[in-house]
Every structure is written in C-alpha cells, then in structure tokens.
C-alpha cells in the first residue's frame, strides 16, 4: 500500500455495526480496523456515505455480502484517495472520488476498487457525488444497457420518486425518452413531475395499468423498469408495447410471480433483470467507463443533479434506515462522515 502521508492514517476507524440483525435500532457506532487493500483498490477518506434499500435488507439479515467484500454496510461513498494499492495510479492520491463499492461504505475510511470510481469535479457537492454511484451504475446498466432504451421511445418507472426513480426519470429524460412512474401519493406525484415525469400516476387511487395504457392510446411503453416484482409483474406486461421490455431490479413485493407465457410470445416481450452487488470487478469497471463517457459528464456539467433527501450523521444511521424503510424520502438519503 501507498499512502499520501501512511504516518498520518489511523489503525482503527469508526464504523456503524450490528450483532444481529433486525430492525434499524440495531445499527449502532463502533471501532473497526482500517480495511485492507488489495493491489487494485485505493482507500478513501469518506465524507459522505449514501443510502440504499439493499443496506436496510442486509441489516434485516435477507442480504448477505459477497464472497470477499466488507461486512459493513455502504455501497457508495465520496470522499478523498488517502492511499493506494500497489497496482493503483499514485496520482490518484489526493484526488476526490465517488466510488461503488461492495460493502464498507458505512465507515470513516472504505476500500474501493479503482476502476470503479469517478471523479469529483470541485463543483460538486461531495454530499451529491455520494448520492450517485450506486442507483447510476444501476440505472445505465438496467435501463440502458439490458433495457435497451433508446431515443423516441417510453419507460414505466414504478417507486418514481426514490433514489433509482429519481435518477431514471432524469437520466431517460436526458437521453429522449417518455417517461411515466407510480408513486404512492399526491405530493410524491407532484415531485415526481417536476423532477421531469411525463405523467406520475398514484398507484393507491388509479389502476395503473389502465392509465399506461390511456396516455399511450392502448399502445403501451416500451420499457418496464420494475422494483416490485411479484404481482406486479403480470400488471407490467400488460403495459409492454410489442417487442417490449420487462427489466427486474429488485424484488420488494415478492420473488414470485404468475405469469401469461402466451402472452410473452405472441407479443414478443423480453424478461430480463440483474444485481450489481456480486457482479465482477471487470463488468463494474466497464460499467464505469459507459458512465463515464455517457452520463457521467451530464452530472459533472451540472445539467442533472441528483435528487437530495436528508443528510444524517453517520452516528443516526439508525433513523437514515427508519426513514427509508417508512417510504418518507423522496430522492436520495446520505450519511455524513468527514463531510466537506
């Protein structure tokens, strides 16, 4: 390991853990070592943690880690290069990132791999840049890349104003498309078209398959982003255009569902989904480079920024997950560690 200045970092850091899982009230603050680097990781001084469902499903015990990544909570920081691994770029140090991560993000220091982080430009804010990796590698990778969403044509975005809703509407609006999310009242409606929707449907008052359907004449969207699954699924494909797309990324209502097969067929629709946790070091770091030359720079100019919650301190990690698991947010919830 390299470090900008190794007499100034500490053996042992800050961190929020828990003995067993539960509820947010387990999650509490304690000292941990400092992560060990392998050769390609570098270590981050983190300013901000941000906050994301499968944080609140690990803590409940239905998430594990992968082989190999930190136990600690955090799938997303940013902060400053403090250190380096042996096969890292030394002039990375000293540079600010943000950066995904497979876990350990809940905590004043975090390893990274280098490939998976993108600069900070000195315009923005580290508590936005915090906010961003995990639900944009997801998005671009699910929307666009597995997806296939393209310019002209139309998404349905359900959960439109949490963190991945939000950057789904902005990132399918930048890039052309028509875009219609369920929330679950009036005022995240309303949230939901500022932020750019072209129509925000409250699943709790209107069939939404019935309203899809209204706003495209009967002829449906081309893309389904879904994070409900369960009975959901058979109501998606009922708003699939022909040859559309049905994309899986979480499973919040159920791992299972019934489903017309003839109607897959004879539509010519396409059931695809992914996780992005146990992925490959290698898929993450080309994922990286696709945002980096495509969407990226859309955040660095300040064209899209990303949708802001609340900032809790890392002590309140505990109410960070309350309030998430309550369905209160809209947009993106982070925890402060270094700040900046």
């Not at 200045?5 to 000292?31: H, K, R, S, W, Y």
């Not at 209204?214 to 994070?227: E, S, W």
Request: with cysteine; net charge negative.
């Amino acid at each position: 390991m390299v470090a900008g200045n190794e007499a100034q970092l500490p053996a042992n850091m800050a961190a929020i853990l828990f003995d067993a899982p539960g509820g947010p009230e387990v999650l509490g603050i304690g000292t941990v070592p400092l992560p060990r680097l392998r050769p390609d990781d570098v270590l981050i001084k983190v300013a901000y943690a941000g906050v994301n469902r499968p944080d609140c499903l690990q803590r409940a015990g239905a998430y594990p880690p992968p082989p190999g990544a930190s136990p600690l909570l955090g799938l997303e920081v940013s902060g400053e290069v403090v250190a380096v691994g042996n096969e890292v770029p030394r002039e990375m140090i000293g540079q600010f990132v943000a950066a995904l991560t497979p876990g350990g993000g809940y905590a004043e220091y975090c390893a990274a791999h280098w490939q998976h982080c993108l600069p900070v430009p000195e315009r923005m804010p580290l508590s936005q840049a915090a906010a961003l990796p995990e639900t944009l590698f997801t998005v671009w990778h699910n929307l666009f890349e597995r997806g296939l969403a393209r310019d002209g044509e139309s998404v349905l975005i359900h959960g439109g104003t949490s963190g991945i809703g939000t950057t789904a509407i902005m990132l399918a609006k930048a890039f052309g498309l028509e875009v219609i999310v369920t929330c679950g009242d009036t005022a995240k409606c309303a949230a939901a078209t500022r932020i750019g929707a072209d129509l925000a449907i409250n699943y709790r008052e209107q069939d939404f398959v019935e309203a899809v359907l209204a706003h495209t004449g009967g002829k449906g969207v081309n893309v389904v982003l879904d994070m409900v699954s369960g009975d959901y699924v058979a109501r998606n494909l009922k708003c699939l255009a022909e040859d559309g797309r049905h994309v899986t990324i979480a499973v919040l209502g159920g791992a299972k569902a019934e489903l017309s097969m003839a109607m897959v067929m004879t539509r010519r629709l396409t059931l695809t989904g992914s996780t992005l946790r146990p992925r490959s070091d290698s898929f993450k770091a080309a994922l990286a480079d696709e945002i980096a030359d495509n969407a990226w720079p859309l955040f660095c100019d300040g064209e899209l920024s990303p949708v802001m919650d609340m900032t809790f301190p890392l002590a309140q990690a505990a109410a960070a997950h309350a309030r998430m698991e309550a369905g209160e947010h809209i947009g993106k919830i982070v925890l402060e560690v270094g700040g900046g």
